[in-house]
């Protein structure tokens, strides 16, 4: 028994070795502009994707409320 929980946690612990956080190297630009202009351009990815995924969720919202039962009900009286 002692046997297997050494070896388990062995294991585990070579996976969270293996799997673990890797650094990534930071960019380098060329020059300032460089660099602004990759901010933007990340900042703009970023606001589209907000932007897509609050519609997505407005959406989804809209549907559930039009098939719930006490929205029928609000609706009918």
């Known amino acids: 028994m002692k ?3 050494l070896l388990v946690a ?3 612990g070579f ?3 293996a799997c ?3 650094d990534e190297p930071m ?3 060329e020059s300032p502009e460089a660099a602004d202009k990759a901010v933007a351009a990340a900042a703009t ?3 589209e994707a907000a932007t897509e995924a609050a519609a997505a969720k ?3 919202a809209a549907a559930a409320m039009k098939e719930s039962p006490a929205m029928e ?3 009918k009286q």
């Open 3 to 5: 046997k297997t929980v």
């Open 10 to 12: 062995l294991i585990a």
């Open 15 to 17: 996976a969270l070795t």
């Open 20 to 22: 673990g956080d890797k």
């Open 27 to 29: 960019a380098t630009f």
């Open 45 to 47: 990815e970023a606001a």
């Open 58 to 60: 407005a959406a989804d």
């Open 73 to 75: 009900d609000a609706t």
